[in-house]
């Protein structure tokens, strides 16, 4: 049985019908090229228009320093019979160094103007994919084969619609060329040119196969160069050295590296080979053509048909117009190639996101606070409800603790409570308005939330305390209210620049901070958004003890005292402090009440609390 997470060999060109669908629907994949184009003229109009005049100019000059040339030996042979003297031979001479020069001139600027655009574009592209990614769903990120899909944006797509364009240049330059060469070489005969332009069919045809074999590698192989990415961050990442090194995972971790790329490898060598052999085998077609032209054209001289200067030029435009002719096929190739390319980032870019459908910024009853109706939840892709049939309750001024093993649901409310997702079914209202009318910004400010995985920001400390609200990120008198009551400002008091410390080891002094600092700091992001009326802690203190997790916990109630506060944790030493528990199994609400009253059930959260308690003897 094939092995699907590895894609097989290419098959020999052309060994089925489908094979053939490549070449049929060869132009149709140039769709992007207009798209490319616009994006290249939107980008700098100016450098575009430039590119473009320099490119015309770049085709029209070599066909005319072929011409001169062809002057300048008729008049060497003119002058050496005593027919003329050697002045238009040296005027000619001078002509010719001044179209040489201005092709250099030429030549140079095109170069200048694709480095500027380069930079331009790629910031342009990459800003786009950015842009695109703040306006994705969480399930977008949480799915693998959307992450396929950003990383072949990512990885290629910056760079392939300047590519795209400049073979676009390159192709009408040569497209000029080979006008003119055809116009001057159909002075000897019209069937040079015939010939001319069939010579290189064969080898573009096989060159068509073989990008779009290369571009089918690039797609099936993804995941693997996605693992490569990640085990390159496990190898190299500070976050990561200290488990690697005291467990030797290294050379294990560097051995699956090195075997996925001979694998990517072999799949490379094969395409490369076979790519190149059968260039090589119909490339002698079109040296075949060069040099029976070579012979028609000299026998035609000796004949005294045509001049030897004509016979220099003729030749001379022959394997130019050869050349030129293996330059555009090779452009039309690349450009297919660029287009398959260009298709990941639009597919990327295009991808369907829900238009934000709320925008009530308030509810009609701020009394009622947050309700959850019978809310049930399934994640894309999975059979199994990660929540059913919830129903709850929260009124501004109490607490809530949620309990439950790893798996239960816990987070996965939270994430319904902010509109990371929705429910399946069922309804929740703030304020007694459905939050889906709420408009998401409104929403999101009432609600302040520290995840158990908190992000640590390789920013200033200050920053990362001013995270918690976007439109306060730089002020620094609520960094230091927010820090003061998420107690984090003792410690921050004694870093070397305060508030102004870098934190992390990826940029010049930059400080770490212990498990318990970097919670604190999370705390405080929480505390910035003083128009929340929601604060949810999941679990952001399980790397302090169990009493200083109780004295946070006790303080954030009191600072938070006329607002509904959600605490998810594991110990129930904390969680009994709350005014209301909610003890949830496979995703269903197993027990709620207050600490004494679960107790006196006698039931799962009792046997929990107990065997903890125990612990503690």
């Known amino acids: 049985m094939a092995d699907p997470t590895h894609p097989p060999r290419p098959r020999p060109l052309f060994a089925r019908a489908e094979d053939l669908t490549t070449v049929r629907g060869f132009f149709g994949v140039f769709r992007y090229s207009r798209r490319a184009?616009?994006?290249?003229?939107?980008?700098?109009?100016?450098?575009?228009?430039?590119?473009?005049?320099?490119?015309?100019?770049?085709?029209i000059l070599p066909a005319g320093v072929a011409y001169v040339g062809s002057l300048i030996v008729d008049a060497v042979v003119a002058a050496m019979r005593g027919a003329q003297g050697a002045g238009p031979v040296l005027d000619l001479v001078m002509l010719e160094g001044v179209l040489v020069i201005g092709i250099s001139g030429v030549q140079r600027g095109i170069t200048l103007c694709q480095s500027l655009l380069r930079a331009q574009l790629g910031q342009r592209v990459n800003v786009m994919i950015l842009e695109k990614a703040l306006t994705l769903e969480l399930e977008h990120f949480e799915d693998s084969e959307f992450y396929d899909k950003l990383t072949r944006a990512r990885r290629e797509a910056s760079t392939r619609p300047l590519s795209l364009v400049m073979r676009t240049f390159f192709l009408l330059q040569n497209g000029i060329s080979l006008v003119s060469y055809g116009t001057l070489l159909a002075h000897f005969s019209p069937w040079a040119v015939l010939v001319l332009l069939l010579a290189g069919l064969p080898a573009f045809i096989a060159e068509a196969k073989f990008s779009g074999d290369a571009f089918r590698l690039f797609r099936w192989r993804s995941p693997e160069t996605r693992m490569q990415i990640y085990?390159?961050?496990?190898?190299?990442?500070?976050?990561?050295?200290?488990?690697?090194?005291?467990?030797?995972?290294?050379?294990?971790?560097l051995e699956r590296y090195r075997d996925i790329f001979r694998r990517l490898y072999a799949e490379d060598r094969a395409l490369t080979v076979r790519r190149d052999a059968w260039g090589f085998s119909l490339g002698l077609i079109g040296t075949g053509a060069l040099y029976g032209a070579y012979a028609w054209i000299a026998l035609t001289t000796v004949r005294r048909l045509i001049s030897l200067g004509q016979m220099t030029m003729y030749v001379a435009l022959f394997r130019q117009g050869q050349a030129t002719v293996s330059a555009m096929l090779t452009a039309v190739g690349g450009m297919y190639e660029d287009n398959l390319y260009l298709s990941t980032l639009y597919e990327y870019l295009e991808t369907d996101v829900s238009l934000p459908s709320g925008s009530e910024v308030r509810g009609p009853h701020p009394e009622d606070g947050v309700r959850f109706e019978d809310v049930s939840f399934t994640y894309?892709?999975?059979?199994?409800?990660?929540?059913?049939?919830?129903?709850?309750?929260?009124?501004?001024g109490t607490s809530l603790a949620l309990v439950g093993e790893n798996g239960s649901g816990k987070t996965t409310l939270i994430k319904l409570l902010t509109r990371l997702y929705a429910p399946s079914s069922g309804r929740i209202l703030l304020d007694g308005r459905d939050l889906r009318d709420w408009d998401e910004r409104a929403l999101r400010e009432r609600i302040g939330v520290i995840f158990q995985d908190f992000a640590r920001y390789q920013m200033l400390v200050g920053e990362n305390v001013g995270a918690g609200d976007e439109q306060h990120f730089e002020d620094e008198a609520r960094w230091r209210t927010a820090a003061a009551k998420g107690r984090a400002s003792e410690f921050i008091e004694t870093l070397p620049a305060g508030y102004q410390t870098q934190l992390g080891k990826w940029f010049k002094d930059g400080r770490e901070l212990s498990g318990g600092q970097w919670q604190k700091i999370a705390l405080s992001r929480a505390f910035m958004r003083i128009r929340a009326d929601v604060l949810v802690l999941d679990e952001p203190t399980?790397?302090?003890?169990?009493?200083?997790?109780?004295?946070?916990?006790?303080?954030?109630?009191?600072?938070?005292?006329?607002?509904?506060?959600?605490l998810i944790s594991h110990r129930f030493s904390t969680v009994r402090m709350a005014d209301q528990i909610v003890v949830l199994n496979n995703g269903h609400i197993a027990e709620r009440g207050s600490h004494e009253q679960l107790m006196q059930l006698n039931g799962r959260y009792a046997h929990l609390f107990t065997l903890q308690a125990r612990g503690y003897r």
């Open 542 to 566: 399980a790397a302090m003890d169990a009493q200083a997790e109780a004295e946070v916990f006790e303080h954030f109630r009191q600072l938070a005292r006329e607002r509904i506060t959600i």
């Open 37 to 59: 184009l616009e994006l290249v003229w939107s980008t700098n109009r100016r450098l575009s228009l430039a590119l473009a005049v320099l490119t015309v100019l770049a085709g």
């Open 380 to 396: 894309p892709g999975s059979d199994t409800p990660a929540l059913e049939h919830i129903t709850l309750h929260l009124v501004p």
């Open 231 to 253: 085990l390159e961050t496990v190898i190299a990442r500070e976050d990561y050295a200290k488990e690697v090194k005291l467990y030797g995972l290294g050379p294990r971790l």
